[in-house]
């Protein structure tokens, strides 16, 4: 069974921090690139960071570069996603994304989401 579970969403002010995680099963995790998406009301899921399986290739939306940081944790199936600097416009619900070896495309499985907001 695949499942992946987000967490450490929340209501923070701008310019705080917040780090989101995602647990993964075995068979959503293991050798897969992971991701972290975002989709505000009304506009569609964007891409918002990546890494590869060995945690040595990371991606970024040019939008949170050098304010968001991507990382993974192999021994226990879960991705990271450290949130600094948050501005109102990162609010959002935040997804997690499996199986694909790309960084910024192709995933197909997907956890329910956290919700971030941040406010002004």
């Known amino acids: 069974q695949v499942q992946l579970v987000e967490s450490g969403g929340g209501l923070v002010q701008a310019g705080g921090s917040l780090r989101l995680s995602c647990t993964a099963s075995?068979?959503?995790?293991?050798?897969?690139?992971m991701g972290w998406f975002r989709q505000a009301p009304g506009k569609e899921r964007e891409f918002v960071a990546g890494?590869?399986?060995?945690?040595?290739?990371?991606s970024y939306a040019d939008s949170v570069k050098e304010r968001f940081t991507i990382s993974r944790d192999n021994a226990k199936n879960t991705v990271y996603l450290q949130m600094d600097s948050l501005k109102p416009e990162d609010t959002a619900v935040y997804y997690c994304?499996?199986?694909?070896?790309?960084?910024?495309?192709?995933?197909?499985?997907w956890g329910q989401g956290t919700q971030v907001t941040v406010s002004s």
């Open positions: 075995e068979r959503a995790f293991r050798w897969s690139a």
């Open positions: 994304g499996a199986g694909s070896l790309k960084l910024t495309t192709g995933y197909v499985y």
């Open positions: 890494v590869s399986w060995s945690g040595g290739s990371t």
